[in-house]
């Protein structure tokens, strides 16, 4: 039969492994879109929230946040709807 202290170390090892793979450090290490919406939903939208392009993902990624669901949707950065979003979102911080 294992001692406590081998138990309790095998825990510790196996929580930090989770950790570490599941990404907790608060870094995603991947595109969080896989699918992007094209068609129009501006009103229903609460938040966007705009993550450039960095080491672990080439694309911009554009996420908005619904306002009745709380549901998160991955929008097109190249629809034309999406691009006069952000531009609004944009001058509004200028200001």
Do not use: Y
């Amino acid at each position: 039969m294992m001692s406590s202290r081998a138990i309790v170390t095998s825990l510790v090892v196996l929580l930090a492994f989770l950790a570490i793979s599941e990404g907790s450090l608060g870094v995603e290490l991947h595109c969080r879109c896989i699918l992007t919406e094209s068609k129009p939903i501006g009103r229903h939208i609460a938040k966007v929230e705009l993550i450039p392009a960095n080491s672990h993902c080439e694309e911009t990624e554009i996420i908005a946040t619904l306002k009745n669901t709380h549901q998160e949707v991955c929008l097109d950065p190249e629809a034309p709807w999406v691009k006069r979003v952000i531009q609004k979102i944009m001058s509004s911080r200028k200001r």
